[in-house]
Protein backbone atom coordinates (compact mmCIF):
# COMPACT_ATOMS: atom_id res chain seq x y z
CA UNK A 1 0.00 0.00 0.00
CA UNK A 2 1.09 3.66 -0.81
CA UNK A 3 2.11 5.81 1.84
CA UNK A 4 0.47 8.94 1.68
CA UNK A 5 0.83 12.41 3.33
CA UNK A 6 -1.22 11.38 6.43
CA UNK A 7 1.37 8.91 6.93
CA UNK A 8 3.99 11.02 7.57
CA UNK A 9 2.50 13.27 9.95
CA UNK A 10 3.78 12.84 13.00
CA UNK A 11 1.94 13.44 16.55
CA UNK A 12 2.63 15.53 19.34
CA UNK A 13 1.43 17.69 22.14
CA UNK A 14 2.82 20.98 24.00
CA UNK A 15 1.73 21.23 27.60
CA UNK A 16 -1.73 18.83 26.90
CA UNK A 17 -2.44 20.46 23.34
CA UNK A 18 -1.72 17.87 20.85
CA UNK A 19 -1.13 18.52 17.35
CA UNK A 20 0.59 16.80 13.79
CA UNK A 21 3.84 18.24 12.67
CA UNK A 22 4.49 17.46 9.13
CA UNK A 23 7.90 18.82 9.01
CA UNK A 24 11.01 19.68 11.71
CA UNK A 25 14.49 20.88 11.62
CA UNK A 26 17.29 21.43 13.60
CA UNK A 27 20.91 23.21 12.86
CA UNK A 28 24.11 21.27 13.32
CA UNK A 29 27.30 21.70 13.16
CA UNK A 30 29.75 24.68 14.27
CA UNK A 31 29.50 27.74 14.74
CA UNK A 32 31.56 30.62 14.06
CA UNK A 33 32.28 33.73 11.28
CA UNK A 34 33.47 32.97 7.91
CA UNK A 35 36.44 35.51 7.31
CA UNK A 36 37.30 36.31 3.60
CA UNK A 37 40.05 38.33 3.17
CA UNK A 38 40.98 40.90 -0.13
CA UNK A 39 43.76 38.78 -2.40
CA UNK A 40 42.99 35.43 -0.96
CA UNK A 41 41.01 32.97 -2.51
CA UNK A 42 40.79 30.60 0.90
CA UNK A 43 38.50 31.76 3.33
CA UNK A 44 38.94 30.81 6.93
CA UNK A 45 36.45 29.93 9.47
CA UNK A 46 36.86 30.58 12.71
CA UNK A 47 35.11 27.48 15.46
CA UNK A 48 33.48 28.94 17.80
CA UNK A 49 31.58 25.75 19.47
CA UNK A 50 28.66 23.75 18.82
CA UNK A 51 25.58 25.09 17.07
CA UNK A 52 22.59 25.90 19.77
CA UNK A 53 19.81 22.80 18.66
CA UNK A 54 17.01 25.46 18.37
CA UNK A 55 14.34 23.16 16.98
CA UNK A 56 11.99 24.33 14.08
CA UNK A 57 8.72 22.48 13.39
CA UNK A 58 5.57 23.38 11.72
CA UNK A 59 2.53 22.06 13.99
CA UNK A 60 -1.12 21.39 12.78
CA UNK A 61 -3.76 21.32 14.49
CA UNK A 62 -6.98 19.66 13.30
CA UNK A 63 -9.90 18.39 14.35
CA UNK A 64 -13.59 19.94 14.85
CA UNK A 65 -12.12 21.64 17.96
CA UNK A 66 -9.21 22.61 15.89
CA UNK A 67 -10.07 26.47 16.84
CA UNK A 68 -10.13 25.98 20.51
CA UNK A 69 -6.50 23.75 20.76
CA UNK A 70 -5.38 26.49 18.49
CA UNK A 71 -5.83 28.89 20.98
CA UNK A 72 -4.83 27.17 23.71
CA UNK A 73 -1.95 26.41 22.13
CA UNK A 74 -1.05 29.63 21.59
CA UNK A 75 -1.63 30.30 25.25
CA UNK A 76 0.63 27.63 26.23
CA UNK A 77 3.33 29.20 23.64
CA UNK A 78 3.24 32.57 25.60
CA UNK A 79 3.66 31.00 29.25
CA UNK A 80 7.17 31.72 29.98
CA UNK A 81 7.69 28.73 32.28
CA UNK A 82 9.46 25.18 30.41
CA UNK A 83 7.24 22.04 30.63
CA UNK A 84 6.93 18.55 29.22
CA UNK A 85 6.24 18.28 25.75
CA UNK A 86 5.52 14.99 23.76
CA UNK A 87 7.77 14.64 21.06
CA UNK A 88 7.99 12.61 17.72
CA UNK A 89 10.54 10.83 15.89
CA UNK A 90 11.64 8.93 19.09
CA UNK A 91 12.28 11.80 21.21
CA UNK A 92 10.06 11.09 24.23
CA UNK A 93 9.18 13.70 26.71
CA UNK A 94 11.64 16.48 26.76
CA UNK A 95 11.86 19.94 28.73
CA UNK A 96 10.79 22.67 26.12
CA UNK A 97 10.22 26.69 26.27
CA UNK A 98 8.83 28.49 23.42
CA UNK A 99 11.42 31.18 22.18
CA UNK A 100 8.66 32.54 19.40
CA UNK A 101 6.39 31.13 17.30
CA UNK A 102 3.64 32.62 14.49
CA UNK A 103 0.81 31.20 13.26
CA UNK A 104 -1.42 31.20 10.01
CA UNK A 105 -4.92 29.55 8.88
CA UNK A 106 -5.16 27.84 5.64
CA UNK A 107 -8.25 25.94 4.90
CA UNK A 108 -6.91 24.53 1.46
CA UNK A 109 -4.66 21.90 3.59
CA UNK A 110 -7.71 20.62 5.61
CA UNK A 111 -9.23 19.58 2.74
CA UNK A 112 -11.83 21.70 2.14
Given at each position: MDKTWRDAVLPASFRGISFLIPQTSVPVGMKGPLHEFPQRDTPFFEQMGKQAQVHKMTAWVVGDDCF???????????????????????????????????WATNATRAGW
Amino acid sequence: MDKTWRDAVLPASFRGISFLIPQTSVPVGMKGPLHEFPQRDTPFFEQMGKQAQVHKMTAWVVGDDCFERRDKLIEALQNPWRRRAGAPLGWGACRSRSASASWATNATRAGW
